[in-house]
């Protein structure tokens, strides 16, 4: 397991142009930032992009790290700045960034579309067919989307709320406020689900 402090050595390195650096954030970052767009959309292709798109952004503002924060802040702020765009445009289509456009330097060129490869997020099959799975995700759709952002981002995504609020920029006790609704609304949601497959069944005979 890579430790902060490894992510923000590797960062101050891709910062100076090292490829080989960012090769390493991106094995290990991209698993995460697909399952977090796909919680957050519902979308594979959508996830994919939105990861693709996370990757670039970091290595176009590279100098502008300065490695006095988490490396998972930063890389999670550009994340929550691209789903926001995403948002905006979605009823818009729009033909997604080319990573294959841009050109890295360090010890020859490069495609940013070499270096994020193409990867699709975990099997949802393996959820198919898990009941209680799939109430919980159709509990956590129905969320509103700050709520969901703070539920994906703790439970998921593994940040505490600090760094969450961070990355979210507003208060601690906002996304205090907000988890303890989401769980709220997950919890009716899921109760409500269950009564309503009682009711299905009928009782015993």
Request: aromatic share 8%.
């Amino acid at each position: 397991m890579v430790s902060h402090e490894q992510d923000i050595q590797l960062m101050l390195r891709v910062r100076d142009g090292d490829v080989e650096s960012f090769r390493r954030l991106v094995d290990q970052y991209q698993q995460p930032l697909l399952n977090f767009f796909f919680k957050m959309t519902w979308d594979h292709q959508v996830a994919e992009d939105c990861a693709q798109e996370v990757f670039l952004k970091l290595y176009r503002s590279r100098r502008r790290y300065q490695g006095t924060a988490k490396f998972s802040t930063f890389l999670y702020r550009i994340a929550r700045n691209c789903l926001t765009d995403h948002h905006r445009r979605r009823r818009v289509r729009v033909q997604p960034t080319s990573l294959n456009e841009t050109r890295v330097a360090g010890g020859g060129e490069y495609s940013l579309g070499d270096l994020v490869p193409g990867h699709q997020p975990e099997p949802q099959q393996e959820l198919e067919g898990r009941e209680l799975a799939a109430r919980l995700t159709r509990a956590l759709e129905a969320l509103p989307a700050e709520q969901r952002i703070v539920f994906v981002m703790s439970e998921n995504q593994g940040l505490k709320y600090a760094e969450i609020a961070e990355i979210l920029e507003i208060p601690v006790g906002t996304i205090k406020s907000r988890m303890f609704n989401a769980m709220g609304r997950l919890r009716q949601a899921l109760d409500a689900e269950s009564e309503r497959k009682v009711r299905k069944v009928g009782p015993s005979r």
